[in-house]
């Protein structure tokens, strides 16, 4: 049987290799080839989980104990998470533009343990907590003394240094990757539903300024209309792909 290699559009190749300002947003989808869940589809945690009671204030301050042990259960997932080819890929594409923004609403971190550099983390990290009175923040393995969650000096209740539904992002993340975005020739959006604001309106503020749009997911998503390329399959694939003919 003859194998049907993926090969990507010259036109794009074209663009790839003439570009200075280079944006790329991922999603939940990139860290799934690492074994990690998705949040909505088949198998995603909001299918199984209510992210009104697990991804909110409300729902913390209701029931902080489940909450905070759900984040413990995810950790404990995370821990044996690895990058793979697709996070690898895009830490080289960082080193061959001069002028690369990786912007990503994941809280894994796999980005990081892959390489890359210039990291904008819109919706947090789930390495770190944060006390949800003061602010102060700590690391992810924090000495409980028994309490659930754990707390903090000032006795406020220790939470994952997460964005949940509701509230807002790091102004100056946000701030980063809307100029990062409007000043962007090549925009990639990678492995997310698009379905979340503010960071689903990063990838059509930089078409609105002429940047040639890039979706890369298994399937389509809302944005996919507007996208100058759709590479449908999955992350690792086309990333390799890109990286390799920039190499
Ligand atoms: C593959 C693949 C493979 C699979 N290869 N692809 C209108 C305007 C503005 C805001 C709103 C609005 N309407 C509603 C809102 C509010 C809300 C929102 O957007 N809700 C929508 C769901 C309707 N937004 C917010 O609340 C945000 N805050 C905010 O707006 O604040 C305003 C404010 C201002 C001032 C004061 C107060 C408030 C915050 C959003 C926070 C999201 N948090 C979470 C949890 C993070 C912590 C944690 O990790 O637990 O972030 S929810 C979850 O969704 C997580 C993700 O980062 C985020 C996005 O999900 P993602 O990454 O797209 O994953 P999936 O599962 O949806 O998609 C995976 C994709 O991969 C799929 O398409 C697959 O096909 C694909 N795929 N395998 C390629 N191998
Ligand atoms: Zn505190």
Redesign the pocket.
């Known amino acids: 049987m003859e194998t049907l290699k993926k090969s990507l559009p010259d036109k794009l190749v074209g663009c790839l290799q003439c570009a200075q300002r280079v944006v790329v947003l991922t999603?939940?989808?990139?860290s799934?080839?690492s074994g990690l869940p998705?949040?909505?589809?088949d198998g995603?945690l909001w299918k199984k989980y209510k992210?009104d009671d697990l991804?909110s204030l409300d729902g913390f301050l209701q029931k902080p104990d489940v909450v905070w042990e759900w984040?413990e259960y995810?950790r404990s997932i995370y821990a044996h998470a690895r990058p793979n080819p697709?996070h690898l890929a895009l830490a080289e594409m960082g080193k061959f533009y001069a002028d690369f923004t990786l912007i990503t609403?994941?809280?894994d971190g796999l980005h990081l343990a892959a390489g890359s550099e210039n990291i904008l983390e819109?919706?947090?990290s789930?390495h770190r907590n944060r006390c949800h009175l003061c602010g102060k923040l700590y690391p992810e393995q924090v000495v409980s003394n028994g309490q659930v969650p754990p707390r903090c000096g000032c006795g406020g209740m220790l939470r994952?240094d997460?964005?949940?539904?509701?509230?807002?992002?790091s102004p100056s993340i946000l701030d980063g990757a809307l100029r990062a975005a409007s000043e962007a020739q090549v925009f990639f959006s990678?492995?997310?539903?698009?379905?979340?604001?503010?960071?689903?309106s990063l990838p059509l503020a930089a078409k609105k300024r002429r940047a040639v749009l890039v979706e890369?997911?298994?399937?389509p998503?809302p944005l996919s209309p507007a996208a100058d390329f759709f590479l449908e399959?999955?992350?690792?694939e086309w990333l390799t792909l890109i990286k390799e003919v920039l190499q």
């Open positions: 999603g939940a989808g990139i799934a080839e998705t949040f909505r589809g995603g992210a991804a984040y995810r697709g609403q994941n809280t819109l919706h947090g789930l994952p997460v964005v949940w539904f509701g509230e807002p992002l990678v492995g997310t539903s698009a379905l979340v604001q503010p960071a689903a890369i997911n298994i399937e998503t399959g999955k992350a690792s």
